[in-house]
Structure formats: structure tokens, C-alpha cells
Nanobody
Framework: QVHLAESGGGSVQAGGSLRLSCVASERSYRGYTMAWFRQAPGQERQFVSYMSWTGASTLYADSVKGRFTISRDNAKNTMYLQMSSLKPEDTAVYYC???????????????WGQGTQVTVSS
């Protein structure tokens, strides 16, 4: 079954912005921490940000602090990633994930989306 589905990726010039969305099934969303990861070609999957169920706990990778904002609308089972001041090094496939803890480790998350491509050009 498809439990998580990302959308909103695309191509943008450096300095631009995009907003990613992740629509989740209730099974994969309710009570869970939601997180964003990204993976560039030839690189390891990298933590981007997470937000706990209540929103009380959030965390950003140093590489995106001040530029990306995570949010969630629990009435819609949807998580968002607002990305601003994009840089070429942000180019990657971005993945939505959910899990029961607060962690930056991809291996701990239970559910994953299919990914959405973000390409930032100079």
C-alpha cells in the first residue's frame, strides 16, 4: 500500500523557493514523527528535518537551517517543507518518512514515500 506520497518537486534557479507536500494515510501519520530526507546521486540519504506529532519538537540539518521550514496539518494528514533560498547543493530526491521516535537516522523510520525530485540550477 502507498502510505506516504510527496509532491511539489520541480526545477528552480538558485535563490528560488519550492514547497513540498506529503500526504499520508492515517496509519502512517497519526501519532508519528514526520521527517524529510534527501538523496543526491552517488550520495547517502541525508536527514533534512523532522517534526513530532504535536509539533513540540522540530529539528533541522545544519545545511538547511534558516532556509527550510517544516510544518504539518494534522487535520489533513499532511506535512510540508517550505524551501527558500535554494542552492544547487539542495538538488536531490526528497523523501517523506514517518516513525515513532525522534531521530535523524533513516533506518529507524517505518514508512517512506516514493520521493520527489528537486533540481536547483545556477
Amino acid at each position: 500500500q502507498v502510505h506516504l506520497a510527496e509532491s511539489g518537486g520541480g526545477s528552480v534557479q538558485a535563490g528560488g523557493s519550492l514547497r513540498l507536500s506529503c500526504v499520508a494515510s492515517e496509519r502512517s501519520y497519526r501519532g508519528y514523527t514526520m521527517a524529510w530526507f534527501r538523496q543526491a546521486p552517488g550520495q547517502e540519504r541525508q536527514f533534512v528535518s523532522y517534526m513530532s506529532w504535536t509539533g513540540a519538537s522540530t529539528l533541522y540539518a545544519d545545511s538547511v537551517k534558516g532556509r527550510f521550514t517544516i510544518s504539518r496539518d494534522n487535520a489533513k494528514n499532511t506535512m510540508y517543507l517550505q524551501m527558500s533560498s535554494l542552492k544547487p547543493e539542495d538538488t536531490a530526491v526528497y523523501y517523506c518518512a514517518s516513525g515513532s521516535g525522534l531521530t535523524t537516522s533513516a533506518s529507524v523510520y517505518l514508512y517512506w514515500g516514493q520521493g520527489t525530485q528537486v533540481t536547483v540550477s545556477s
